[in-house]
């Protein structure tokens, strides 16, 4: 494999059992997705459900009140909304970008990051998802997710989406990932 050739193998994920494709570089690699190595057994709050709810309500609450310290590396701030003339709060680059593309729309009469709670149920347990975007325009109201187009196929996003689109059509909203090719 000198040369620049390269070579996909099939690995076994050790969490869900999955068959997964990756380069040869990364044999070593043991799960199939970031889900996949932080849930299921190899998290140290595996079945024990009260202490992950409380552990869950704190985090959910320090994301509400702006303390959650988050992965050094990722831009956060709060851009200035001329639409509604309030800060709103973002965790990355690719939400402050939408953020920006979204305040420039004339369709566009309101936004707020961080405005829903969906529950939704994941591996037996229940979590609560907070979507990054409430957008309001031209009578349509819509929830947008911000992702690197890599994270697209990881199987919680995959979760989330279905429970937020479901939550969209019942109360007649729709719902959209975006990723840098939307920005």
């Not at 996003?157 to 975006?178: D, P, Q």
Request: proline share 2%; net charge neutral; glycine share 6%.
């Amino acid at each position: 494999m000198r040369g620049g050739e390269e070579s996909i193998i099939i690995l076994t994920c050790e969490n869900c059992e999955k068959e997964f494709e990756v380069d040869f570089i990364h044999r070593r690699k043991r799960y199939c997705s970031y889900t996949c190595r932080n849930g299921g057994k190899h998290n140290a709050m595996y079945g024990n459900k009260e202490a992950a709810k409380k552990i869950s309500e704190s985090i959910t609450q320090s994301i509400i009140d702006g303390t959650r310290n988050f992965q050094k590396g990722y831009k956060t701030g709060y851009f200035e909304s001329s639409k509604t003339a309030t800060k709103q709060f973002y965790r990355s680059s690719y939400e402050l970008r939408a953020l920006q593309k979204l305040d420039a729309d004339p369709s566009v009469t309101g936004l707020q990051t961080e405005a829903l709670r969906i529950p939704y149920t994941h591996e037996g347990r229940d979590h609560i998802y907070i979507p990054d975007i409430l957008v309001v325009s031209d009578g349509e109201t819509k929830i947008i997710e911000v992702k690197a187009s890599y994270m697209r196929d990881d199987p919680l996003v995959y979760v989330k989406s279905h429970a937020a689109r479901a939550f969209c059509n019942k109360l007649g909203m729709t719902y959209e990932i975006w990723d840098e090719t939307n920005l």
